[in-house]
């Protein structure tokens, strides 16, 4: 599975921002599909987590904040990020998961200004 993530950017904080995640193939032949995160200087983290069921999971940091979508004509995954603070910045990564093998995306950057 190859992914291709983009809309990464500098916004103040209170702005939001949409990240997106372009699959290779069907979305809904893949088990999962998530975003994570890694600050400078931090491990990477999971933030959020769409099934194929069409369930979602998220990091508690973000619960409320950020919401993941997906587009199946598409074959895309996006992650909408509101209310954004300084503490989200990071870079971005879109992954996905099938049939127990993780394929990762490019990150891409994410930069909260206070």
């Known amino acids: 599975v190859q992914l291709q993530a983009s809309g990464g950017g500098l916004v103040q904080a209170g702005g939001s921002l949409r990240l997106s995640c372009a699959a290779s193939?069907?979305?809904?032949?893949?088990?999962?599909m998530a975003w994570y995160r890694q600050a400078p200087g931090k491990q990477r983290e999971l933030v959020a987590i769409?099934?194929?069921?069409?369930?979602?999971d998220y990091a508690d940091s973000v619960k409320g904040r950020f919401t993941i979508s997906r587009d199946n004509a598409q074959n895309t995954v996006a992650l909408l990020m509101n209310s954004l603070k300084p503490e989200d910045t990071a870079v971005y990564y879109c992954?996905?998961?099938?049939?127990?093998?993780?394929?990762w995306g490019q990150g891409t950057l994410v930069t909260v200004s206070s």
């Open positions: 769409m099934r194929s069921s069409g369930s979602t």
């Open positions: 193939r069907s979305i809904l032949s893949i088990n999962r």
């Open positions: 992954n996905a998961l099938l049939n127990n093998e993780m394929y």
